[in-house]
């Protein structure tokens, strides 16, 4: 027994010699890369960080580029600085922040530099560079820095910054080993986005160096040397001029305007009002320009047109007169009076057709064609009869995309909602319990139907093509014209014939030149196609709500304007839409003092006093909501919970580097920051 145990534990030690001797023969002999690593102290590797890749609008106009940026870098146990005082006052930070930068420098490595100030820019760099002989161990490093050509798109293209611990973490758990502490990557809209195609590969490049820290040359000839590759460049379908015409004219009001060419689903402009100025969330002032756009009660940083929250109000019932159409309960000669209509209306008393109830916006003739929609199929029981029409009435409408995402390419796209018999069922808390009569105010974009202004520019879209739509996206090549995910490029159809649209789009013509629109939107040369909505708002005035298309044959351009708190769309977001349809379709505007009216116009005071009143404890709504007693309760209790749901999920997080991180520039392969415990 003894003598077995003996044999096994020899052969057992002998097993790992030949272990130790195969890997020891592996690292020295085979094993290349580990030899850099072994040799630690006698190789640098330098990272190479690759040019980001520029954005072009689609005529090809730069909008996004880099500017060449001075990034300043400490050896401490070289470094001396007499006067600390006029070092702070030369570089403008403060001595609490020199003393806590060359503390983490000296953490990180007395004798390797380390990053302590970055992206300086070439004047604060002819500034300094006479006084630098005074400060032994500061050197600087050229890297670059995100430029843009103008303010008017920031939240669509969003920002780059330092990558945050949880993205880092998050990358990481998925697999994606490319990021590092202090790397700089896209944080929201189209840099988030396409921040894989943006963002290139980083080149590598290995040099001996002595005990002293000084490179002696390239390592075996630049052998493992990898060439950084740059970043691919981003052709945006957006029409810049378009795009800062249409932000001039959203100064001084919150809301957006979203325009798209019909025929590919290529967005034109896209603003977010109000917006900021991306250059200076680009660098050194981010950390302060951010504190405050994110304490701003206008809430700058979200980017409405994908993610704001509205009622379709009127402008929906375009989706109500085709569904209408398209199940064969209404003709397009049908019409309608008020009588036994519990809803307002100022259209005159009868709406004749469907142009007509279109034109008027007749609140009465979409009751009773949702009416129509609703109960028409052979269930008896009301109930059943209601539950069994809004559900193909929800499958109609959701090929709109009305509570779907389009898919849009940007982050934070929201559904929105659109009810459902599942919906109304939770709401009167179990099956067949209620009606049409409980639900009618869906019927003209009221109550639970939630949309985000893009859907509804898609939606003007979808009319201006009869009856289908190509995702809108923002990108229309990657490096050239063409080259996007097919699924930017598939028509999809609403399911919706095309010959219903015409009676539809009559409605939209009378709208615009003898209906709900100002006159002062008409074009004298060209058609405009259009519909007012008004989104109801508890705590001030109505958000102006306005859609259209343009010209009404070969349509170049669909649009939608929101402005918060303007009041009736036809009188505050037609005009602006007008505007913008001359500006691309013309090339120019020619009516200018309305072009100047309308910059000026400002709706500030407005949105302010309704926030405060939106701030204020109201008990008599508090006590109602809690009862649920009604839809009108419930649905007021959810949409709060959902937008404040949205109201979190859409608020960009504050970042929590304040200090640079160490640069990577200088860590050996597979060595992981680990700062040594100070005591
Ligand atoms: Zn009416």
């Given at each position: 027994m003894d003598e077995i145990r003996k044999r096994f534990i020899q052969g057992f030690i002998i097993l790992i010699a030949i272990l130790y001797i195969g890997r020891l023969f592996y690292l020295q002999v085979i094993d290349e890369t580990y030899k850099l690593d072994a040799q630690n102290n006698a190789i640098r590797k330098i990272v190479q960080v690759p040019f980001r890749g520029l954005i072009y609008d689609r005529n090809k106009k730069l909008i996004v580029y880099n500017t060449p940026v001075y990034d300043l870098y400490i050896t401490p146990k070289k470094a001396h600085v007499q006067d600390t005082l006029k070092f702070c006052r030369l570089f403008d930070i403060t001595r609490s922040e020199f003393d806590s930068l060359t503390h983490l420098a000296r953490i990180y490595s007395p004798v390797r530099p380390s990053l302590f100030l970055r992206q300086l820019s070439k004047e604060e760099y002819a500034r300094v560079q006479d006084a630098m002989v005074d400060y032994p161990g500061f050197s600087f490093q050229i890297s670059s820095l995100r430029t843009y050509q103008s303010k008017g798109m920031a939240n669509a293209l969003g920002y780059v910054g330092e990558i945050s611990p949880e993205r880092l973490l998050k990358e990481q758990e998925k697999g994606n080993e490319y990021y590092?502490?202090?790397d700089y990557v896209g944080v929201t809209g189209l840099e988030r986005f396409y921040e894989d195609e943006l963002r290139g590969q980083r080149g590598e490049k290995y040099v001996m160096v002595n005990s002293r820290g000084v490179e002696k040359g390239p390592f075996k000839n630049g052998e493992f040397d990898r060439e950084p590759v740059a970043g691919k460049n981003l052709i945006s379908s957006v029409d810049i001029a378009l795009?800062?015409?249409?932000?001039?004219?959203?100064?001084?009001?919150?809301?957006?305007?979203?325009?798209?060419?019909?025929?590919?689903?290529?967005?034109?402009?896209?603003?977010?009002?109000?917006?900021y100025d991306p250059s200076k969330l680009s660098g050194r002032t981010f950390s302060k320009y951010f504190q405050t756009l994110n304490l701003d009660p206008l809430h700058p940083l979200i980017n409405r047109p994908p993610s704001a929250y509205y009622r379709p109000g009127s402008t929906f019932k375009l989706i109500q007169a085709l569904i209408g159409l398209q199940l064969g309960v209404i003709s397009p000669s049908t019409g309608f009076g008020h009588a036994g209509v519990p809803?307002?209306?100022?259209?005159?008393?009868?709406?004749s057709s469907i142009q007509l109830g279109i034109?008027?916006?007749?609140?009465?003739?979409?009751?009773?064609?949702?009416?129509?929609?609703?109960?028409?199929?052979?269930?008896?029981?009301?109930?059943?009869?209601?539950?069994v029409?809004?559900?193909?009435?929800?499958d109609m409408a959701s090929k709109f995309g009305i509570g779907q995402e389009l898919g849009i390419d940007l982050p934070n796209e929201t559904k929105g909602k659109l009810p459902s018999v599942e919906y109304y069922d939770k709401v009167y808390k179990g099956p067949l319990r209620w009606k049409f009569s409980n639900i009618y105010s869906v019927g003209i974009g009221e109550g639970e139907i939630v949309i985000n202004p893009l859907k509804m520019a898609n939606v003007a879209a979808i009319i201006a093509n009869r009856g289908w739509y190509v995702r809108p996206h923002l990108v229309k090549g990657i490096n050239e014209a063409g080259n996007i995910d097919n699924k930017y490029k598939e028509h999809i159809s609403v399911g919706i014939d095309r010959r219903h649209f015409e009676p539809v789009i009559e409605g939209m013509v009378g709208a615009v030149n003898a209906g709900t629109v100002a006159a002062e939107a008409r074009l004298s040369d060209i058609q405009i196609c259009g519909k007012t909505g008004t989104s109801q708002n508890k705590h001030g005035q109505d958000h102006a709500i306005f859609i259209a298309f343009a010209p009404r044959e070969n349509p170049k351009i669909a649009i939608a304007v929101f402005i918060e708190n303007a009041g009736f769309g036809g009188t505050h977001?037609?005009?602006?839409?007008?505007?913008?349809?001359?500006k691309y379709l013309k090339g120019k505007v020619e009516r200018k003092a309305m072009e100047t009216r309308w910059m000026n116009k400002s709706y500030l005071a407005n949105v302010l006093s309704a926030k405060s009143a939106s701030a204020k404890p109201n008990k008599e709504v508090k006590a109602t909501v809690e009862k649920d007693s009604t839809i009108e309760d419930y649905q007021l209790r959810n949409l709060k919970e959902e937008l404040f749901k949205l109201d979190q999920a859409n608020k960009p997080k504050a970042p929590v580097f304040k200090i640079p991180m160490q640069p990577q520039a200088v860590l050996p392969k597979n060595q992981k920051i680990v700062p040594k415990k100070t005591h």
């Open positions: 590092r502490q202090g795009q800062d015409f249409a932000d001039s004219l959203m100064q001084h009001k919150v809301g957006s305007v979203v325009a798209i060419e019909p025929s590919s689903g290529e967005i034109l402009a896209m603003v977010s009002a109000p917006t809803m307002k209306c100022h259209c005159g008393g009868t709406s034109k008027n916006s007749c609140n009465p003739y979409f009751y009773n064609v949702f009416k129509r929609i609703i109960y028409n199929n052979k269930e008896q029981n009301l109930f059943k009869k209601s539950a029409g809004l559900q193909r009435w929800n977001s037609a005009p602006i839409a007008s505007l913008c349809i001359e």
